[in-house]
């Protein structure tokens, strides 16, 4: 098995006489900031004025413009939407990304498809909490962490591996395991996992279900239970005992149908379909594709977000979410998450 490396495998003090810039206080900036603070790191961040800005002020931060944090700083971790960081990081923070400091991300796209392409002479790592940044800081709070991914793109330093995981730690995820990856490995399957599985496969089968059974005639209201409700319900079995732990749990009757139907449903031609997916991932197809779609300044995902919002499956959840006030506590992890 792969290593996991834990709070006991790593060693902080690399941190101790460095100041790290958070830039961006979103999902993922405010968890980062915040568990770093209280793990003993010397944290600055980086924003435009704007809700952000007064937010990280309010929780006590040295909120700085992102030049100002980039020139503070030793270590950069860059937290804003991807689609946006090429336009920030070039503006702002690659004048201040002096030798030997580091260039940090959450995420591979913008380095791995080459829009964000560091300077030689920097430190350059990946340190991706594998969940959504509410959680990130939740789960600190608790005393426990969120799984993370690292890995090092360019050491100059010959510290970066130790950066990297002393950052890991230092947000929380020692507690809960780190596993070492490329920026490309974590690009590329994070892409694939939210397109084929997580969120696009997930999406389309739920509501292909939910529209199979209101097109013969049932209500609405019943297939909305059936195929999207009950899904968490079934999921969080599969979190915590993988597919026997869910199979145990289920009817032997709905065991059978799930050996008996699910291939029917997902079949050898899903796969291949999903095996396109990959390529255009790996070609860089899709990153070409969302990459012009921002800069037409999103025609195409604004009419389907449009056109998603109108579909029956939506309208009837949400009047069904309205009788179901304990769902609502969950919504704010449930809203960031859904951002990667
Ligand atoms: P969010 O959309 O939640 O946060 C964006 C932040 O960036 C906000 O604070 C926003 O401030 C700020 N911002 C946006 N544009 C600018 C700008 N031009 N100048 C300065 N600040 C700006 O981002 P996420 O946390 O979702 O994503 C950050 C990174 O983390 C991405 O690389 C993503 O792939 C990665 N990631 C995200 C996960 C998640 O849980 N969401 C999970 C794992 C990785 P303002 O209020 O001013 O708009
Ligand atoms: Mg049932
Ligand atoms: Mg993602």
Redesign the pocket.
Known sequence: MTKVYYNGDINEAVLSNKTVAI???????HAHALNLRESGVDVVV???P????DQATADGFDVKT?REASAAADIIM?????E??T??YKAEIEPELTAGKALA???G?NVHFNQIVPPADVDVFLA??????HL?RRTYEQGAGVPALFAVYQDVTGQAKDIALAYAKGVGAGRAGILETTFREETETDLFGEQAVLCGGTAELVKAGFETLVEAGYQPEIAYFECLHELKLIVDLMYEGGLAGMRYSISDTAQWGDYVSGPRVITAETKARMKDVLTDIQTGKFAKGWLQENQLNRPEFTAITRRESEHQLEVVGKELRELMPFIKQGKKEVG??A??
């Open positions: 830039i961006g206080y979103g999902s993922q900036g980086g924003l435009r704007g809700k952000s800005f992102v860059i937290l804003l939407p991807d946006y960081q336009a920030v991300f959450a995420h796209f991706a909490p594998k969940g959504p940044g990130v960031s998450g951002k990667n």
